[in-house]
T-cell receptor, first 116, second 112 residues
Framework: KAGVTQTPRYLIKTRGQQVTLSCSPI?????VSWYQQTPGQGLQFLFE???????NKGNFPGRFSGRQFSNSRSEMNVSTLELGDSALYLC???????????????FGPGTRLLVL | KQEVTQIPAALSVPEGENLVLNCSFT??????LQWFRQDPGKGLTSLLL?????REQTSGRLNASLDKSSGRSTLYIAASQPGDSATYLC???????????FGKGTKLSVKP
């Protein structure tokens, strides 16, 4: 069974630009969550999508947005990039049928974003 | 609001040693707790998940325990190997939250 895949793996952008990251979950998983990982703040939850609906949201500004498609693939978008957005962005998938993130979360390899 | 703390931030041990990694959380109404491993530049690999109704879980040389009353979880690694070198993260799912809250991890180095 293929694992969670994320594209692209590496990205360099400049301040003010926008970026779109993609995540394909494990087949059969309907929940996709996004996290930002930085050395200073660690792993922080961005949002979770289930069946094309945002189910949970972390404490990030509106520049961070996401969506999920009918095949459960998800994208996250960051507009008006700032230097502080440089991070490893991880997505995780699970079946998600319980309504909570109580099942084992399977993570992708991440997208490393560098904002110059 | 759930907060998760991991101490120490880094640990170096000789090969073959048994070791314990600690994780503490503030919300005793925790729903479950998961331990993950992260290799440099990589994503997270799930190691063990303990539901709130359980006290421990075991997988191979790994054993994780959960004590809700004291707000603590420990990950025990038996007979450590250089391949165990990685950052270990714990994450709690609070009773009132729908998402995982992560500690900042313990970076483990096992010396041959």
């Amino acid at each position: 069974k293929a694992g969670v895949t994320q594209t692209p793996r590496y990205l360099i952008k400049t301040r003010g630009q926008q970026v779109t990251l993609s995540c394909s979950p494990i087949s059969g998983h309907r929940s996709v969550s996004w996290y930002q990982q930085t050395p200073g703040q660690g792993l922080q939850f961005l949002f979770e999508y289930f069946s094309e609906t945002q189910r949970n949201k972390g404490n990030f500004p509106g520049r961070f947005s996401g969506r999920q498609f009918s095949n459960s693939r998800s994208e996250m978008n960051v507009s008006t990039l700032e230097l502080g957005d440089s991070a490893l962005y991880l997505c995780a998938s699970s079946f998600g049928t319980s309504g909570r993130m109580e099942e084992t979360q399977y993570f992708g390899p991440g997208t490393r974003l560098l904002v110059l | 609001k759930q907060e998760v703390t991991q101490i120490p931030a880094a640990l170096s041990v000789p090969e073959g040693e048994n070791l314990v990694l600690n994780c503490s959380f503030t919300d005793s109404a925790i729903y479950n707790l998961q331990w993950f491993r992260q290799d440099p530049g990589k994503g997270l690999t799930s190691l063990l998940l303990i539901q709130s109704s359980q006290r421990e879980q075991t997988s191979g040389r790994l054993n994780a325990s959960l004590d809700k009353s004291s707000g603590r979880s420990t990950l025990y690694i038996a007979a450590s190997q250089p391949g165990d070198s990685a950052t270990y993260l714990c994450a709690g799912l609070g009773g009132s939250q729908g998402n995982l809250i992560f500690g900042k991890g313990t970076k483990l180095s096992v010396k041959p």
